[in-house]
């Protein structure tokens, strides 16, 4: 099962989302010693919610970056032909695939039930004395292992338990490892915990019984349908993160230039957010992701395998939302920069002649941390929710990469079947609700904390 | 007051030329007009003479900025910078890439798009300053905490999720209304209830919420303090004080929403076959007919920096501390 022999493959959002992993830990490493941001995040912290969806955010962080651990599995060489070169699989693997121990590989004809052993739909068969009949269809990777199909449910049950019991030891080893190193904490600790011992008992379940059956069904091609809701965390989260990250660096530089600079640079700066945020985000998306499709399909040669023209789409859509929506960041920067270039002690650091490049680092930049950061929490829920859209209208996640939205998009007529299919949307709803509610309630517990002011929540109580 | 707008107007222009600019990058020099014949072509049919044809026949076939073999003022006026992108000043939009005149176009699929938009808007707002006080009433208690964690729930529900959600419930399972469809002359109401219920529902979490904090910031004022040391009723405070002052950061933030409500739902209008402007967009990008993108973004962007204008009067008919200079 786990072969060794295999070839890394480093795909651009793979290496883009390391590298903001290691930004944001060296960004919170420098931060841990000032005491206003600890006692900030502690605030966060100190409440349940903020451990409970702090935990679930988390969870979908580890599974995007397990995702992103790309390799190309090396093929075994034809029987009968002695070559000492190794050849290797066109279809880009990741480590998320390998633990969920070949999901995506059980395919079937076409849409199945959930945990259904037979086809959702009658096909022409032939039965055994060569008669042609028209009934459903067994399904090829659905209960093959049963006596009879009135097993199914006892043993569903005997899977349920086996694997809650080894789901509870799993997670009693992962919460009794914390419980030792945090048992003294002040925060409550214990509710993350509960949070991860659900979502082990869960993935473990998820894992065992989907080796037996399809825990969502199929879609019409075919797909495990919980197979392709948890391919779609990693687009999901690389989305929200990425295009943030994008987005940082030009309104961080163009908000805190024109607050400082103020006289023609503020308005160079105000005249470009003013013209970007008056075209309408969605036609300026569409016109700019065509345009971009336009590139692709005139270049074909640039992309060695077909995941890799899936990514270059994927990364163009990150950079295009990016670069789309930084108006409003900058906006903000541009007027908390206004404000504080006017206070006591940047006025004092202008008359011993500190320098521009010195007073923007020390005194205007970690004033505005604070925006910045409440920015990405609140933006990554959006950016998750306008996915979907920008899949629906055809200008979001190539069809070939899993998707939230390309899910739904699949999806959108299969309601109004007769009986309705309601699994693929299901799934897509599930996943995506879940990592979306998580980061709305999280990034209101960090408006709370960094921006007092902003009156949500229970302050204004 | 008319000073003040005749400088706005004038105001606009640089950032409608800006607009220009931008879209006249993106859809000529980033992609030159051979690539777009290419892929409007299609992969088979690429050859030199067909790319020249679909140039000419699109009046593509001019050189970008600087018609050199013209003389006089043509070396300007016979390029596509102006044949395509300034004529959309004088709202020439020319035809749509399947020869369609756009203008035509526009002004017919404008009033579907407004019948949904505008009833739409209208009992939005009111279903959320409802609902927002009803919630203010209750400020404090864990019903307060509770609905504002519905809110956040419901703000988290693609919107995708609310129209097929809808479809399928109150079309497809109770059969009350159509699943999609206009009819101007016929009951057009009808298939206007569900798209309106549908965009009223879906926007309840984030309109409320957003109502909620600004009716909470008005009730923590000095005002309402002396209202209720004065022995006004706490309906009397939440209607006669504070919600007339909460109104006008709701106003103001709304105000800039209503001309671009011409431009209608790119996806209520596509799922429920409303032949408005939101659907013709959506056709458009999916035939990738930049004609009538090139179009649409200059009509948004107007209709926004309208909208701009509009809530700087609003600012000064609501509140009446405010001049504008």
Same mark, same amino acid.
């Given at each position: 099962m786990w072969e060794l022999d295999a070839k890394p493959v480093l795909l651009w959002s793979d290496a883009l989302v390391f590298m903001l992993v290691i930004v944001l830990c060296t960004f919170f490493y420098r931060l841990r010693n000032d005491p206003q941001t600890r006692e900030r995040w502690s605030q966060v912290f100190s409440s349940r919610l903020g451990m409970v969806t702090f935990t679930i955010i988390m969870v979908y962080v580890g599974i995007a970056l397990l995702? #992103?651990? *790309?390799?190309?599995?090396?093929l075994a060489s034809p029987a009968g032909v002695e070559t000492t070169e190794v050849f290797y699989d066109n279809k880009v693997t990741s480590v998320l695939?390998?633990?969920?121990?070949?999901?995506?590989?059980?395919?079937?004809?076409?849409?199945?039930?959930?945990?259904?052993?037979?086809?959702?739909?009658?096909?022409?068969?032939?039965?055994?004395?060569?008669?042609?009949?028209?009934?459903?269809?067994?399904?090829?990777?659905?209960?093959? *292992? !049963?006596?009879? @199909?009135?097993?199914?449910?006892?043993? /569903?049950?005997?899977?349920?338990?086996?694997?809650?019991?080894?789901?509870?030891?799993?997670?009693?080893?992962?919460?009794? !490892?914390?419980?030792?190193?945090?048992?003294?904490?002040?925060? @409550?600790w214990y509710a993350s915990?509960?949070?991860?011992?659900?979502?082990?008992?869960?993935?473990?379940?998820?894992?065992?019984?989907?080796?037996?059956?399809?825990?969502?069904?199929?879609?019409?091609?075919?797909?495990?349908?919980?197979?392709?809701?948890?391919?779609?965390?990693?687009?999901?989260?690389?989305?929200?993160?990425?295009?943030? /990250?994008?987005? !940082?660096?030009?309104?961080?530089?163009?908000?805190?230039?024109?607050?400082?600079?103020?006289?023609?640079?503020?308005?160079?700066?105000?005249?470009?957010? %003013? %013209? /970007? #945020?008056?075209?309408?985000?969605?036609?300026?998306?569409?016109?700019?992701?065509? /345009?971009?499709?336009?590139?692709?399909?005139?270049?074909?040669d640039?992309?060695?395998?077909?995941?890799?023209?899936?990514?270059?789409?994927?990364?163009? !859509?990150?950079?295009?939302?990016?670069?789309?929506?930084w108006s409003s960041l900058c906006r903000l920067i541009r007027a908390e920069t206004l404000k504080i270039s006017q206070l006591g002690?940047?006025?004092?650091? *202008?008359?011993?002649?500190?320098? *521009?490049?010195?007073?923007?680092?020390?005194?205007?930049?970690?004033?505005?941390?604070?925006?910045i950061l409440i920015t990405f929490v609140l933006d990554f829920s959006s950016l998750v929710l306008a996915e979907a859209v920008l899949s629906y209208i055809g200008v979001g996640i190539d069809p070939s990469m899993g998707s939230w939205g390309n899910m739904i998009n699949d999806a959108r007529t299969e309601l109004s079947l007769e009986p309705a299919v309601w699994w693929t949307l299901a799934g897509a709803f599930f996943f995506m609700f879940m990592l979306v509610l998580a980061a709305n309630l999280f990034s209101d517990l960090v408006r709370d904390a960094f921006d007092p002011r902003s009156g949500s929540g229970r302050s204004g109580a | 007051m008319l000073a003040y707008i005749i400088r706005r107007l004038l105001y606009a222009i640089p950032i409608l030329v800006g607009v220009n600019l931008l879209t006249f990058t993106l859809f000529f020099v980033v992609n030159s007009p051979d690539d777009m014949a290419a892929s409007q072509l299609g992969d088979k049919y690429v050859t030199p003479a067909a790319i020249e044809?679909?140039?000419?026949?699109?009046?593509? +076939?001019?050189?970008?900025?600087?018609?050199?073999?013209?003389t006089g003022l043509a070396t300007l006026t016979d390029t596509i910078f102006f044949t395509k992108s300034v004529r959309l000043f004088a709202f020439d939009f020319g035809r749509s890439e399947s020869g369609r005149d756009i203008t035509t176009d526009v002004s017919t699929r404008m009033w579907p798009s407004l019948a949904v938009a505008l009833p739409s808007f209208a009992l939005g707002i009111w279903v959320n300053i409802c609902v927002a006080l009803m919630v203010v009433m209750f400020r404090g208690t864990s019903l307060d905490r509770w609905a504002v964690f519905v809110f956040v729930a419901l703000m988290s529900i693609s919107? =995708?999720?609310?129209?097929?959600?809808?479809?399928?419930?109150?079309?497809?399972?109770?059969? =009350?209304?159509?699943?999609? $469809?206009? +009819?101007?002359?016929?009951?057009?109401?009808?298939?206007?209830?569900?798209?309106?219920?549908?965009?009223?529902?879906?926007?309840?979490?984030?309109?409320?919420?957003?109502?909620?904090?600004?009716?909470?910031?008005?009730?923590?004022?000095?005002?309402?303090?002396?209202?209720?040391?004065? $022995?006004?009723?706490? &309906?009397?405070? =939440?209607?006669?004080?504070?919600?007339?002052?909460?109104?006008?950061?709701i106003l103001t933030g709304v105000v800039v929403l209503i001309p671009s409500l011409f431009?209608?739902? &790119? &996806?209520?209008?596509?799922?429920? $076959?409303?032949?408005? =402007?939101?659907?013709?967009?959506? +056709?458009?990008?999916?035939?990738?007919?930049?004609?009538?993108?090139?179009?649409?973004?200059?009509?948004?962007?107007?209709?926004?920096?309208? $909208?701009?204008?509009?809530? +700087?009067?609003?600012?000064?008919?609501?509140?009446?501390?405010?001049?504008?200079s």
């Open positions: 995702d #992103s651990l *790309h390799f190309r599995r090396a695939d390998l633990m969920l121990d070949g999901m995506g590989d059980r395919y079937e004809r076409t849409y199945s039930a959930p945990l259904a052993l037979k086809s959702f739909e009658k096909s022409d068969m032939k039965d055994e004395h060569g008669n042609l009949v028209r009934d459903y269809e067994w399904l090829e990777h659905a209960g093959r *292992h !049963l006596a009879s @199909p009135a097993d199914k449910w006892p043993d /569903l049950l005997r899977l349920t338990g086996i694997a809650l019991a080894w789901g509870l030891a799993a997670a009693a080893l992962v919460v009794g !490892l914390q419980w030792v190193l945090l048992r003294g904490s002040a925060y @409550p915990w509960l949070v991860q011992a659900v979502v082990i008992c869960f993935m473990v379940w998820l894992v065992s019984v989907s080796h037996y059956y399809h825990v969502l069904g199929t879609d019409q091609g075919g797909t495990d349908v919980a197979y392709q809701s948890l391919k779609g965390i990693r687009t999901g989260v690389l989305l929200g993160t990425l295009s943030t /990250l994008v987005m !940082l660096p030009i309104a961080v530089t163009l908000g805190v230039m024109a607050g400082y600079f103020k006289g023609w640079v503020d308005d160079v700066v105000q005249y470009l957010y %003013t %013209t /970007l #945020s008056s075209i309408p985000g969605i036609l300026l998306i569409a016109a700019s992701v065509l /345009l971009f499709q336009v590139y692709i399909d005139l270049n074909p640039y992309f060695a395998v077909g995941m890799e023209k899936a990514d270059a789409r994927f990364i163009a !859509l990150c950079f295009i939302l990016g670069l789309t929506s002690y940047v006025q004092a650091a *202008h008359a011993f002649g500190v320098s *521009h490049r010195r007073i923007l680092g020390r005194h205007i930049l970690p004033n505005v941390v604070h925006i | 044809n679909w140039k000419r026949k699109n009046g593509y +076939d001019k050189p970008l900025f600087l018609n050199d073999s013209a919107y =995708l999720f609310y129209i097929i959600g809808g479809q399928y419930l109150v079309a497809k399972q109770w059969m =009350l209304v159509p699943i999609s $469809g206009f +009819d101007p002359d016929f009951k057009p109401w009808k298939f206007l209830i569900l798209p309106v219920l549908v965009s009223v529902l879906s926007g309840i979490g984030s309109g409320a919420r957003w109502y909620r904090t600004l009716f909470l910031e008005e009730a923590g004022q000095d005002y309402v303090r002396t209202a209720r040391a004065k $022995g006004a009723s706490e &309906l009397r405070i =939440l209607f006669r004080h504070i919600l007339p002052n909460a109104l006008i950061p431009m209608g739902s &790119l &996806l209520i209008e596509s799922f429920f $076959g409303i032949p408005g =402007l939101g659907s013709y967009m959506l +056709d458009a990008i999916r035939s990738q007919d930049f004609a009538i993108v090139r179009s649409m973004v200059f009509i948004g962007s107007i209709l926004y920096i309208f $909208g701009l204008i509009l809530t +700087d009067i609003s600012y000064t008919w609501a509140d009446p501390r405010v001049r504008l």
